[in-house]
T-cell receptor, first 111, second 117 residues
């Protein structure tokens, strides 16, 4: 059974640009969550989608957005990138109540 | 945002020793999860706890869901070199809508475990 797949693995962007990250959940998993991991703040919840609807949102500025498609694949977008957005972005998928399975993440570096 | 207090922050132990780490929260959770993260990878789920007071084992790992629902601990027995990594606790407060439970995970700061052969 394939795991959670995140693409790309590594990304370098310039301040002010925008970026789109992709996540393909485990087959049959309809819930997809996104997290930002930094050395200073640790793992912080961004948002969660279920059946193309955002159900939860963390405390991040509106520059961070996401969406989920009918096949449960999800994308997150960060506009007007700042240096502080450099982080490991993790996607996780879940079947109801059985914990979340994480992908390997996308390492975003903003220069 | 809310965070869990996880301790210790780091541990240096000899192979074969037992390890214990814990998490506390000011808020209750109805699910506690323990993850391990290796460098450059995402967290991997080790143990999930769904009931207050529950004690669950997974091989050499044992975790408990505190009675107050505000804490959890993880024990690793007879540590081996491949136990090296960062261990995270996570609390989840699920709610139900139409029979489907969901919720966000709130993570601890992590415990860095080093095992000397």
């Amino acid at each position: 059974k394939a795991g959670v797949t995140q693409t790309p693995r590594y990304l370098i962007k310039t301040r002010g640009q925008q970026v789109t990250l992709s996540c393909s959940p485990i087959s049959g998993h309809r819930s997809v969550s996104w997290y930002q991991q930094t050395p200073g703040q640790g793992l912080q919840f961004l948002f969660e989608y279920f059946s193309e609807t955002q159900r939860n949102k963390g405390n991040f500025p509106g520059r961070f957005s996401g969406r989920q498609f009918s096949n449960s694949r999800s994308e997150m977008n960060v506009s007007t990138l700042e240096l502080g957005d450099s982080a490991l972005y993790l996607c996780a998928s879940s079947v109801t109540n059985y914990g979340y399975t994480f992908g390997s993440g996308t390492r975003l570096t903003v220069v | 945002g809310q965070q869990l207090n996880q301790s210790p922050q780091s541990m240096f132990i000899q192979e074969g020793e037992d390890v214990s780490m814990n998490c506390t929260s000011s808020s209750i959770f109805n699910t506690w999860l323990w993850y391990k993260q290796d460098p450059g990878e995402g967290p991997v789920l080790l143990i999930a706890l769904y009931k207050a007071g529950e004690l669950t084992s997974n091989g050499r790992l044992t975790a408990q869901f505190g009675i107050t629902r505000k804490d959890s601990f993880l024990n690793i027995s007879a540590s081996i070199p491949s136990d090296v990594g960062i261990y995270f606790c996570a609390g989840q407060l699920t709610t139900s809508a139409g029979g489907t439970s969901y919720g966000k995970l709130t993570f601890g700061q992590g415990t860095i475990l080093t095992v000397h052969p």
